[in-house]
């Protein structure tokens, strides 16, 4: 007990501890710093009435259209190392408003964000949240900033079903918004008791975009077959089908490799190829190597390589740096920082491609025996050869 109290007294004196320009323009907060294994997370963002930040509308499912920039990680000095599931380039706005916590007659706006949607925060531990909103005012450019902490407590019982059940009846909530917020929260919490629930959201127009990241936290076998059957039976190309082939080639591995590469066979270009390329592995490194220097698709191979977590990919790539053309030396560049998370010396951008080369093939002939090899889904920090 005395531990969570001294826990929940250097949190708040972090938030207290913001300078007073932060208070005025706004303020992150959490409810409270303690959660159970399995409990939907948000972090609020306060904006009082005379706050120069616009308060008209917020994006609270994709906080960086809005221009807040949220980073999650177990590690309180490298947050940028944390794990979001959606790229900040994404911003797709999806028509909806997002202001559904506040009224446009009171003094001060409260939206939130769930950390959970974005961010792997699924394990108990200590947890940092890095948050950042930017706004341009006029010539001027606005900006608040906050780094809170928070513990998913592994003494205490798993978040229940029962607690869950007011995000179920929220689903048909006659409120646009609020059906939409109750749908993200249980995609990412995803407990196996709304399995049947959670299914049908391939089939419910409101719902389908969360469908993906549903089966994926769920992870069951009947979850998997669904994220299968999109990727086989949505559009190709769609959002929903590429967010399916990106969770089916991280959670099913070899297992759906098939799937993958018959949606690949289709459309190399939008991102199949990679996601049968990180499902594939090894095995997929000799097709790859015949695509790399044809000239159909030679850059969606080469950047393949990158995902496939091979140490075989690596001499392959290293034949690429000292391609004719810059494009493909510079993708095969990016697979290689990829592969091993290492970047050519500060100075490389300036040399030519055969300088490059001669850092990464050095590199490789001194530690590639021993060098850890990455997943692309792997986060971490970035080290010059």
Not at 29 to 58: D, T
Not at 350 to 371: I, K, V
């Amino acid at each position: 007990m005395k531990v969570r109290y001294s826990f929940l007294f250097l949190s708040l004196a972090i938030v207290s501890a913001l300078p007073t320009p932060a208070q005025t323009t706004g303020q992150f907060y959490l409810e409270k710093q303690v959660f159970s294994h399995g409990e939907p997370v948000f972090l609020y963002f306060r904006i009082p009435n005379q706050s120069p930040f616009s308060i008209a509308s917020n994006n609270t499912e994709q906080p960086m259209c809005s221009g807040v920039a949220i980073k999650v990680s177990s590690d309180s000095s490298a947050p940028s190392a944390s794990c979001p599931f959606l790229p900040d380039s994404l911003c797709v706005m999806n028509g909806q408003s997002a202001d559904s916590l506040s009224g446009p007659q009171q003094q001060t706006k409260i939206i939130r964000f769930l950390l959970n949607y974005q961010h792997k925060i699924n394990q108990p531990g200590e947890y940092w949240v890095d948050a950042d909103k930017r706004e341009r005012v006029g010539d001027a450019l606005v900006s608040t900033h906050a780094k809170l902490r928070f513990h998913i407590d592994p003494k205490t019982p798993r978040y229940s079903a029962e607690k869950l059940q007011v995000w179920i009846n929220r689903l048909k909530s006659p409120d646009i918004d609020s059906r939409l917020e109750a749908a993200r929260v249980l995609a990412s919490v995803a407990q196996p008791e709304f399995e049947d629930t959670l299914l049908q959201f391939a089939h419910d127009p409101d719902f389908l975009r969360y469908a993906p990241l549903a089966f994926h936290r769920l992870h069951t076998q009947r979850s998997l077959v669904a994220l299968a059957n999109m990727v086989r039976n949505s559009p190709i190309g769609s959002t929903e089908s590429l967010e399916a082939a990106h969770y089916l080639a991280e959670d099913g591995g070899k297992y759906w490799f098939p799937v993958l590469r018959g949606a690949a066979n289709q459309r190399p270009d939008v991102g199949y190829l990679l996601y049968a390329a990180e499902a594939g592995g090894d095995s997929i490194i000799a097709e790859l190597q015949s695509l790399a220097p044809g000239p159909d698709h030679h850059l969606e191979a080469v950047e393949a390589l990158g995902w496939t977590a091979s140490r075989q990919a690596i001499p392959i790539l290293l034949d690429q740096l000292e391609h004719t053309d810059s494009i493909t030396s510079d993708r095969a560049d990016e697979s290689l920082r990829t592969l091993t998370h290492r970047i050519p010396a500060a100075d490389s951008g300036n040399q030519d491609q055969h300088a490059r080369y001669l850092q990464w093939s050095n590199w490789w002939q001194r530690e590639g025996r021993n060098a850890v090899i990455f997943k692309p889904d792997d986060c971490g920090i970035e080290r010059p050869l």
